[in-house]
């Protein structure tokens, strides 16, 4: 079996998702795991300005978002990333 990259997301509200798409190399991973903070990030800036009632959307105990690069190679799931640098 051929090793493969997913990439898993911790969302400002703390709930984590692992995105469906695989990749073929972690640069790949990399680039969307990238792209998606920033958007993440862009939408928190929007409800922290106020545009929406915060509490509605539980930020009152924020998490820093962040994502995390696997290797899946057979059964064996391997770290290989994390964007906090842990």
């Known amino acids: 079996m051929e090793k493969y990259y997913k990439v898993v997301f911790v969302y400002p509200d703390g709930h984590i998702e692992e995105i469906q798409d695989q990749f073929k190399s972690g640069k790949e991973a990399l680039e969307y795991g990238n792209n998606l903070l920033?958007?993440?990030?862009?939408?928190e800036g929007?409800?922290?300005?106020?545009?929406?009632d915060n509490?509605?959307?539980n930020f009152?105990?924020?998490?820093?978002?962040?994502?995390?690069?696997?290797e899946l190679n057979g059964k064996k799931y391997s770290l290989v990333y994390d964007?906090?640098?842990?």
């Open 83 to 86: 964007s906090l640098g842990r």
């Open 60 to 70: 009152n105990e924020k998490k820093e978002p962040h994502f995390m690069i696997v």
């Open 38 to 43: 920033v958007q993440v990030k862009n939408t």
């Open 46 to 52: 929007v409800l922290q300005r106020g545009t929406y």
């Open 55 to 57: 509490n509605e959307f």
